[in-house]
């Protein structure tokens, strides 16, 4: 119902143009928020990538390879090989993160090829199903939807759609999961998504990797703030590092060198004003700072090469299915495949790549960046962005490129209106997170200003509710759950559940007010939101009638001084 038979046919097509037997393992690293000068491979004085430094020299490295400004459209653009506006992902969070469902994706297509495929980490592109990561061809989901978490220490995860805790720190969990996977599927092909969450906030990071840097004079920062924001996130990469050593040494145990290629690359600038190779701007911008980001392909068959022509996220997808020896078929896709630039590394392509966020684009050709503000700067040469040139000729083409771009999507900052979360028949839990939730009331609000990690906050009046559009595509019954908080004073408080014509309701009876937390592992002070556990209270099933509508929650109070708190609504069928 939900992926069209053209879809269906597009990928049964490809798994019948699948040239020879998919050998090629294949491992793609992405982390978050680390920018192009997060490396001593690049130049960074502070740090010592040892591993990742050895991929760069081994394997093909592009110095000029660009992503968007922040997380969501750059996975879009990994995932689709298309620029992120054709996939309406047009924010981070509140349902503009999803990737419409007329995009195949590149998993899809490995899955169906007979690649055993799996996801570590952030996911970030949609959290209910069909957008969910197992509704999208991973057969293994391990990690997050959201945007970040609260806390990577024995963090709140999903696996395979089912809450649970994580072991220890994350990054390290989301590894050995990585290696498991690798053991488990060795006689087979398999395709890797391993999503790191670091070094994006919070800043937490062992005790190991922070000795490191705590004391270590970082003279970019400006106060003690930025100067244990920077320390901190050089102990994340510190750790990214180590653990890009532990898949090398898991491949060499497995035998699987030669067999796999590894791919790696920053999913936007760095989150703060750190060193950057000189570069103009950190993540969200989209000058070369925002969006410029290392990326290394790496497999011991690959002859070492250092590519300078310009690259970007939408040239993964081609070029992953053109390593899995996969068809492109008729796909049309924004992305070229980039095994032809370490083929002939001395040829030269002319070609324009575009970042966009916020309202702002930027144009980038070869030589050139026209910034979002309409200045040209020669970037091969002043790649600070530092002196504006005066070419009227090359100016006008970029306008003119970047006038056409933004004609195509007039609308494409409003789109996040018209989304409503689907509500479907699965095995998979469907969740409605306090994310995507809407208020009315004044004063009802989320925990924080960044919603990733938010729960709902200040609900005091009976006069205001808490609700989810949604849009159900058949007749169904579900069991709700409320993960609630609430404080001795709402001992007693009715919580009604409306959807449509139908409606349950379930007294809160045992009261549940945990103290908020992770700051106890936090380096430096956050500015999202703390986080704290939350009590499951099951309700009566419901019955969810097909089309569309907002489901309500609403509450009729025990005290005026009642405080509850609600993180999310489960619908188990």
């Not at 750059?74 to 993160?97: D, F, M, P």
Request: glycine fraction near 6%; aromatic fraction near 12%.
């Amino acid at each position: 119902m939900f992926v069209s038979l053209v879809k269906k046919f597009f990928l049964l097509a490809l798994l019948f143009r699948s040239i020879a037997v998919n050998s090629q393992n294949i491992i793609l690293i992405l982390t978050d928020d680390q920018g192009f000068g997060d490396l001593s491979y690049t130049g960074n004085p502070y740090l010592n990538t040892t591993n990742i430094d050895q991929l760069a020299k081994e394997g093909v490295f592009f110095e000029y390879f660009y992503v968007s400004p922040v997380c969501s459209p750059t996975r879009a653009e990994l995932l689709t090989g298309k620029y992120h506006q054709r996939s309406n992902v047009i924010s981070t969070s509140q349902g503009g993160e999803r990737i419409d469902l007329n995009q195949i994706i590149f998993p899809e297509i490995l899955k169906e090829n007979g690649y055993k495929t799996a996801l570590f980490g952030k996911w970030h592109s949609g959290q209910q199903p069909p957008y969910h990561p197992n509704s999208r061809g991973f057969d293994e989901f391990y990690g997050y939807c959201s945007g970040h978490l609260g806390s990577y220490f024995d963090s709140e995860i999903e696996h395979n759609g089912h809450l649970m805790k994580s072991s220890g720190y994350l990054t390290d969990d989301l590894v050995d999961q990585s290696l498991n996977f690798m053991e488990k599927n060795r006689d087979e092909p398999f395709f890797i998504f391993l999503s790191l969450n670091t070094p994006h906030s919070p800043m937490q990071v062992p005790d190991r990797w922070w000795d490191l840097y705590k004391n270590v004079h970082i003279k970019e920062a400006k106060d003690d703030a930025e100067l244990n924001h920077t320390r901190a996130a050089y102990a994340m990469i510190k750790n990214i590092d180590w653990n890009i050593g532990r898949i090398l040494a898991g491949l060499e145990n497995l035998q699987l060198n030669e067999k796999t290629t590894i791919i790696f690359l920053g999913d936007n600038g760095p989150n703060g004003n750190r060193w950057n190779a000189n570069l103009k701007g950190i993540k969200g911008s989209t000058d070369e700072g925002g969006v410029r980001s290392p990326l290394i392909i790496y497999n011991p068959k690959i002859t070492s090469a250092r590519i300078r022509n310009i690259a970007s996220s939408i040239d993964i997808a081609p070029t992953i299915l053109n390593l899995a020896r996969i068809s492109l078929g008729e796909e049309k896709y924004d992305g070229i495949d980039l095994s032809e630039f370490w083929i002939h590394p001395e040829r030269n392509y002319d070609r324009y790549l575009i970042q966009y966020w916020n309202g702002k684009t930027s144009i980038r050709s070869n030589q050139f960046r026209l910034s979002s503000e309409g200045k040209l700067y020669d970037i091969l040469k002043d790649p600070s962005q530092q002196h504006e040139i005066n070419n009227s000729v090359k100016k006008g083409e970029l306008e003119d490129i970047k006038r056409n771009w933004v004609n195509n999507f007039p609308n494409y900052d409003k789109l996040i209106e018209e989304r409503p979360l689907p509500i479907i028949q699965t095995e998979i839990p469907i969740i409605l997170p306090a994310r995507e939730s809407k208020f009315v009331g004044d004063a009802i609000s989320l925990s924080n200003r960044w919603p990733n990690d938010s729960f709902i906050d200040n609900w005091k009046s009976d006069d205001e509710f808490i609700y989810w559009p949604i849009e159900v595509y058949e007749d169904l019954i579900y069991t709700p759950i409320i993960y609630y908080t609430a404080n001795e004073y709402s001992l007693g408080t009715l919580l009604t559940i409306e959807a449509d014509k139908t409606r349950v309701q379930k007294i809160i009876d045992a009261p549940f007010d945990p103290v908020l937390r992770g700051m106890e592992n936090d380096r430096v002070r956050r500015a999202e939101s703390y986080v704290k556990d939350f009590k499951k209270l099951v309700f009566p099933t419901i019955k969810l009638n097909k089309g569309s509508y907002n489901l309500k929650l609403k509450k009729r109070s025990s005290s005026e001084n009642g405080e509850i708190n609600i993180k999310r609504i489960l619908l188990t069928s």
